[in-house]
């Protein structure tokens, strides 16, 4: 029986640096168990939906303020998922916290690429070059980036993988997230999709 690919949601805020990195890695072979159906976005300007256009991906944004308030801002958005089959969603670069009844919807199911060494650096309050500002008032001679399951504690969840990069003498933060992004996130975010979306496809072919 030919394994059905798993349908993948990417929730974003931003750039969309690791979106592209998790298309291109289904364009070149690394991502085969998942398929990039929808990208979601809390800000309609974000250059992530760009992309996702660009790739051929639809795209939505949901506006919380518009939609007044975290519930029905959430709901829109499990509306649209249910709609389109979503069976993985991957937070990468969304900084809108969900809610753990959100989460509960998706049990092993929700992902989340940060940067940083987790348990280092982590939870509420630790997002963007904040986590790499800490990191270097810390002096730490080792960073990274980490992927892991989303449960109710922010950065909380179950590791899934990790990577370490060094810290150069000079770095700013700036610098120091470039180097983040380029030698773990990148690399991590797109394996990581693999690994679980071919075992929610492995699962799916055994109950049919």
Known sequence: MKQQKTRIAVFVSGGGTNLQALLDAQRNGTLTSGEICLVISDHRDAYA?????????QGL??????LGGQAPFEEAILSCLTAHGIELIILAGFLNILSDSFVARYPRRIINVHPSLIPAFCGKGYYGLRVHEAALARGVKLTGATVHFVNEIPDGGEIILQKAVPVLEGDTPEVLQKRVMEQAEWQLLPAAAELVSADIARRKTCQN
């Open 61 to 66: 944004s949901f506006s919380k303020k518009e």
């Open 49 to 57: 939906l760009e992309r996702a256009a660009k790739a051929g991906v």
